[in-house]
């Protein structure tokens, strides 16, 4: 199983779990468009991973939210590569709160970003794939997406409906030739996860130590973090995966959190 030659797009990969998918799809030979909020960090991480790989990278400006910016972008990728084969909904945020106080806004920005990126992004690659009679739709869930969590009832909510969007689009794809799968990380050291450990101190009155060896790794086997490398690589076989075989799933890797 290989990328090369493939067209992917993965959102929010200027950084973190994103850019570490992108940095193994084009050192399979991949073509990467790096779509982010921010152009210029799109932009110099597709250069970065263009220099360092076999593949090649393009920088694009992807507000996932906004269906004509989204819309603008995945045609941006396909004048330039001809199609799509390869999508990683990716794009995320975490907001913290008890359900009581959690604000309305922060409730639909999070929704929003995960929930409608997904939607989104999909819906503007599947024409495309549809056409080429092949393709493959990764989300991005979370063992969030299988387990509950106190604070995190937004997250919760848009991790667990990622696995029906996915569901749906292996249905409706599988006559084209299109599968749909979901990846569902345990916590991964990145800057997202760095932010919540003292919010979460403070909220659960709690050290930040206790929160890293109680509730971010409590349930682990090893006590260890999930890597970048570790998602990556489970992006790459979803991706590379030559049939419809694998279609409609979802994998945990989350050092035995959470297992089934």
């Not at 992108?22 to 799109?42: F, H, N, P, S």
């Not at 279609?247 to 945990?252: D, E, F, K, R």
Request: charged fraction near 20%; proline fraction near 3%.
């Amino acid at each position: 199983m290989n990328l090369n030659g493939k067209v992917c797009i993965i959102t929010g990969s200027a950084s973190g779990i994103g850019k570490a998918i992108a940095e193994r799809y084009v050192a399979d030979g991949a073509k990467v468009a790096i779509a982010d909020l921010r152009l210029d960090a799109a932009k110099a991480t597709a250069e970065e991973l263009t220099k360092n790989g076999k593949g090649e990278a393009i920088g694009v400006e992807m507000n996932v939210t906004d269906e004509a910016q989204v819309n603008a972008a995945v045609q941006q990728v396909v004048d330039h590569w001809g199609g799509v084969d390869v999508l990683v909904s990716n794009a995320g945020i975490q907001i913290v709160h008890k359900l009581e106080n959690f604000p309305y806004d922060d409730w639909k920005k999070l929704l929003s970003i995960h929930l409608d990126g997904a939607f989104l992004t999909s819906k503007a690659v599947l024409p495309h794939m549809y056409k080429a009679g092949s393709g493959s739709v990764i989300l991005m869930g979370s063992v969030h997406s299988k387990e509950a969590s106190p604070l995190k009832s937004a997250y919760v909510t848009a991790k667990h409906g990622l696995l029906g969007l996915a569901r749906v689009i292996a249905k409706e794809g599988a006559e084209h030739g299109v599968r749909a799968n979901v990846i569902c990380p345990g916590f991964v050291k990145t800057p997202l996860v760095e932010k919540q450990i003292p919010e979460q101190a403070k909220d659960l009155g709690i050290t930040e130590e206790e929160v890293i060896n109680d509730i971010m790794l409590g349930g682990t086997v090893d006590k260890e973090f999930t890597t970048v490398e570790d998602v990556a690589e489970i992006a790459h076989v979803f991706a590379a995966f030559p049939t419809n075989a694998l279609t409609g799933q979802s994998m945990i890797v989350s050092h035995g959190w959470f297992m089934e």
